[in-house]
Nanobody, 117 residues
Framework: QVQLVESGGGLVQAGGSLRLSCTAS????????MGWPRQAPGKERELVAR???????RYGDSVKGRFTISRDHAKSTVYLQMNSLEAEDTAVYYC???????????WGQGTQVTVAS
């Protein structure tokens, strides 16, 4: 069983920055692809950022150039650095771990990010 614990959400003014953290139980990076989806009220869940199977990264079109995903293997932690935040970035952000087989995945509890315009 993989546990994902997120932190770092909160209220920020438009144009500001936040960094989200997701710490996983155990060393899972070798077997799981990590990512950050989000869901805003009344909207479908969407990709924010994720690593790819090959070790690269992908971003949603709306956050390219503003958000950066990174990881610290020693700490089993994935980060999402969010800069130039916009009101449209307001959502619950989830940490997601998908097994390389794509047969199972795990979710964090979600952390609220609210951007005041």
């Amino acid at each position: 069983q993989v546990q994902l614990v997120e932190s770092g959400g909160g209220l920020v003014q438009a144009g500001g920055s936040l960094r989200l953290s997701c710490t996983a139980s155990g060393d899972i990076f070798s077997m799981y692809v990590m990512g950050w989806p989000r869901q805003a009220p009344g909207k479908e869940r969407e990709l924010v950022a994720r690593f790819t199977d090959g070790g690269g990264s992908r971003y949603g079109d709306s956050v390219k150039g503003r958000f950066t995903i990174s990881r610290d293997h020693a700490k089993s932690t994935v980060y999402l650095q969010m800069n130039s935040l916009e009101a449209e970035d307001t959502a619950v952000y989830y940490c997601h771990a998908e097994h390389l087989s794509k047969l199972r995945d795990y979710w964090g509890q979600g952390t609220q990010v609210t951007v005041a315009s």
